[in-house]
DNA sequence: TATGAATGAGATTTCATTCAT
DNA sequence: GATGAATGAAATCTCATTCAT
């Protein structure tokens, strides 16, 4: 007991050290040597939790990740509508990345970047965290709330394309810019651009004329 | 002459082994041994050229993009319409990367990820490029094409970002699978999220149909 | 215990086999692939023990400069009268650059060129010891041993000039020649030329006998 | 003609340029390249002109070193009495490094450790410098000015080596104290050690004279 | 003669990693 | 379990030197 609260510490704070060097220097310019010191252990000990720096780094996102998956997932069934949903999860990464910076820079320049990560376990969160958003989509698309000839990846694709590429930009440019809420207005956009609209405004109209021979040509 | 010709080709063989071997196995993980292997020279030869590993990184950008910035400038004056010149340039950026798979995994692996390469030469024409589509999307906003409330900046963060997501999931995945061409299926939901419309427009047109029960496919 | 005793082994070894490595073939000539295989450590032990090339060079003197310095700090207050006290300190300088070749190889040929010694601390004890000729010097000024019309640091120069002027070309030769004691000779010359003489003038007075003509100059 | 004229000049520069470089940086941290681009050359012609980087080193003193023998060759006969010579060579020393600052921190820094230069034909001419020194001091005691007790070899170092040591120092700070003019000042003190005082012991023996008991220790 | 271009041969230094204690 | 100490294995970079032109 004593050991094991003894060793969930030390491993805990390796973490946290691995996360706060890895995302201020990036991967291969940080050195066990710093987090080890960072962590208040020796060397060997990293080695003791950890098989190489490698494993080290992709042990990161799974606590991470999987809180923020399993915030995701309870939220699902309180939360009505595919955009709502969408809005939700949306502002969740964005929330994540910047309450976080170590760890999204760890994601986006370190862990993105490494073929290997999607090997390895922690990957399996990230993508989970992924998949809540496809559901959305693909639910919008069967209740009828977004048209139905979308590609629910691109649009996946589009929503965390851009939201990665704004934090990128952010983290290169040393965090020193203020970071707008852009999660809003770019969902304003993409849905507005799937989004099954000209019924319900064109029928509120459309009804009350006779004569008509044109549908409208969408979009 | 001779000599010229003799220096352009070694100049330019380094360049490109470099391109190769950055691109493949990444800038960390590349040696100056094995670019100057590939390029039938001596390493103490890429030193001559340039001045270390990480100003042979930086150069590789300026020549590729250059051309492409070239052929944007171009290429404006003739493409009428905002939404033309955005469709023209998205799809340069996705001809660019997908016939140059070494350069933009180079680009979105390893440059980008680099502080300095931001101070570097090689950046300006980078960003250029993307100033391109700031110029497209404003005078999309001026001439009326698009809603007059929208940010630009977000919107070409939206552009960019999806492509360079859509491309960093094809280098991770090892290039194995098919690259669709997603940029004009991307680009109908973006710039139908930030089109004007035309209600009015439309409205001369539905309003010849009473009792519609199926709205448009849209397209 | 074991450890210390291990430890303190290491940097020992490591440094007597730099003085050795370096004593014979000069800084630059010298490796510390060789000085690590002399040492029995690896090239990466000899980093961990001392930060560069240079901080091993710089780590040298201050072992064995300052047991000379402690040696003649103690025989300062045994040794009556300035003249002793510089033959004191002159024959330390002797004995420890002739029992210790290396070390006045290291010193003469290599140190005292390098300027940024100047500012490390082994310098520090280097500076001390030359410190004690001076005071030896003044002290003798103001008993009226010595004349009070001379510059010591001049005469200190010249006791360590002529010292290390003859140890440089003993180095050079390959120290294959004798190394005559030349010390008290050089002396009887420097204090020679810098002695009060009292008692010849004295004797001057008492020289206005019957049949004096001219008393001598002096000087 | 106009060739050779024109490689005497090529060569001049080159010795000149090395001596610049090598005087302000030392032999190991100049580099060829450097005194290449110094003296408006290639590095290539260097080597059409000296063997090696070392070879170059060792041309340099012959020049400047065999004019300076040459004055004090010219000025032997001028000067009378072992003393004045001794006076002047000292004094030529002194000129010539104050004057040629790089020449005396090449000499000093770098030729003075190196054993091979020893062998080069640059040394003769350095040597022969050294030996009218030494022809000074034995003159003086074979005419009586000197004592016939001294070692003429020691002497001499004592004199070298005095200048040698205070220059060294100066050029370690930097060059940038004054730099007094203290040759005179040591020979007083040198000289005054190997004069023959012999007025003075002929006075001793005058000593015997009532009421005196103990004589000087003379020496 | 002069040189631009190329390179062979190392040297220093860095770290992730191991292992005896 | 924890670690101090040690190191293997490279990697970058430097330069004196060569040689075809």
């Known amino acids: 007991m004593g050991n094991d609260y003894k060793t969930k510490d030390k491993f805990t704070s390796i973490i946290e050290s691995a996360l706060q060097v890895f995302g201020e220097k ?3 310019n940080a050195t066990i040597s710093e987090i080890a010191r960072s962590a208040g252990v020796s060397e060997a000990t990293i080695y003791e939790y950890f098989g190489s720096k490698e494993d080290l780094l992709f042990a990161i996102p799974g606590e991470i990740t999987s809180q923020a998956v ?15 949903k969408i809005r939700a999860i949306a502002c969740g990464y964005f929330n994540l990345y910047r309450d976080n910076p170590d760890y999204s820079s760890l994601v986006l320049l370190d ?34 709330e977004f048209r139905d000839d979308i590609d629910p990846y691109l649009v996946r694709s589009m929503i965390l394309g851009t939201i990665e590429h704004i934090f990128f930009r952010w983290h290169l440019k040393g ?14 956009v993409i849905i507005g651009g799937i989004k099954k ?10 009804i009350t004329l006779p004569g008509e021979d044109k549908p409208p040509a969408g979009r």
């Open 197 to 206: 609209e000209e019924q319900t405004r064109s029928y509120q109209i459309n």
């Open 111 to 144: 862990l993105k970047h490494n073929r290997k990560f999607m090997e390895a376990d922690g990957y399996r969160e990230v993508q989970k965290a992924a998949g809540f958003i496809l559901d959305a989509i693909e639910e919008g698309m069967s209740s009828g």
């Open 70 to 84: 399993q915030f995701l997932e309870s939220m699902k069934a309180y939360i009505k509508g595919a955009e709502n």
């Open 26 to 28: 990036g991967y291969y």
């Open 175 to 188: 965090r020193s810019e203020e970071l707008e809420d852009f999660v809003d207005l770019m969902l304003d």
